[in-house]
């Protein structure tokens, strides 16, 4: 077994909530991490926390082996790599750019096809967990790319999944993957906020309604994760809903491409389009039920009395 000095030094760009869950699992795993994040608060919590720090994307990618970009979206992933003090300029050849991003399958092949003929590997690998999977190293990760790309990083890789999905050997099926599992999230998040202020509406104890669905068929993972936000009235972004304005909108532009037809997923976006505009666009996802709630006029827990 190397010690652990000898493992690959990694760099961790975005140290959001996913990120730095992240981060510190690499570190607990004996990696060398260094951590980037355009808030220099972050970079100083994870320095203060024993890990390393970077002022930009290319100085923490320097002499990286694995470099860990957790951010946003794909404008944010393409900045990061080929922006100025991109990760592009200092990565060294043989060592491979990990996107997490949720993303267009087709961007994530553009940039893979626009970073490998400089001697870099990309992997596609988006991840689904939530970010106290990330802290405990137990994220799912749907990955594509070439063999050369997984096995430069996959000792990273291990560290923070419990489960490594590898999909194919070229960027842009594990973000397909992705979106087909944010279509149903998505659907699942509107559905359960519709079903829980409807049942406020019909004056049901709606904790007892959480009881009897999440031990009945019309359960889903989501009703039974999100659903407790609205018991408790408690909105604090875990996964806040512009999130999935962003990725139900990807879907869209996939669909339309595609010439495929969406219309669930298309009912859902409106919802959470609705819950944005109303002010709740950087709240928890969950936020769907208060804006049927205020569109109905009924009252959920929190509500002003």
């Known amino acids: 077994m190397p010690i652990a000095s000898e493992k690959p030094r990694v760099a961790v760009i975005g140290l ?3 990120g730095y869950g992240m981060a510190l699992s ?28 970077a002022g930009t994307p290319a100085g923490a990618a320097e002499n990286a082996d694995i470099v860990v970009s957790v951010v946003v979206n794909a404008a944010q992933t393409e900045t990061i790599l080929f922006g100025a003090d991109g990760v592009a300029e200092t990565l060294p050849k043989g060592a491979v750019f990990v996107s997490s991003a949720t993303m267009d ?35 799912t990760i ?18 923070m999944a419990a489960k490594l999905y590898e999909l194919g050997d070229e960027a842009g099926q594990g973000a397909a993957f ?6 149903l999230a998505g659907v699942h998040i509107a559905a359960a906020s519709e079903a829980i202020a409807f049942a406020a509406k019909q004056g049901l ?10 031990a009945s068929a019309g359960n889903s993972w989501m009703f039974e994760n ?8 408690d909105y604090t972004p875990r996964s806040a809903v512009d999130i999935f304005v962003k990725d139900l909108g990807i879907i869209q532009d996939m669909a339309r491409t595609a010439k495929f037809p969406v219309p669930v997923s298309a009912a859902a976006l409106q919802m959470f389009l609705m819950t944005s505009a109303s002010g709740m666009g950087r709240d928890d996802d969950a936020s769907v039920a208060r804006m049927y709630a205020k569109v109905t006029g ?4 929190g509500d002003p009395a």
């Not at 096809?113 to 991840?127: K, M, N, Q, V």
């Not at 999100?226 to 009235?233: I, Q, S, T």
């Open 16 to 18: 959001g909530s996913m």
């Open 105 to 139: 399958p087709d961007v994530a092949r553009r940039l893979a096809s626009t970073l490998e003929p400089s001697g870099r590997h990309y992997l596609d690998a988006p991840i689904s967990g939530g970010a106290q999977r990330a802290g405990e190293g137990e994220l």
């Open 142 to 159: 749907l990955a594509s790319g070439s063999k050369a790309a997984f096995a430069r990083a996959r000792p990273a890789l291990d560290a």
């Open 226 to 233: 999100r659903m407790p936000h609205v018991l408790d009235g």
């Open 26 to 53: 690499l570190k607990r795993a004996g990696f060398h991490v260094t951590g980037c994040d355009v808030s220099a608060a972050a970079v100083q919590r994870f320095v203060d926390d024993g890990g390393h720090g």
């Open 178 to 183: 992705k979106m087909i599992n944010r279509l």
């Open 205 to 214: 104890d709606i904790r007892k309604v959480y009881e009897v669905i999440t």
């Open 298 to 301: 009924t009252k959920l827990p």
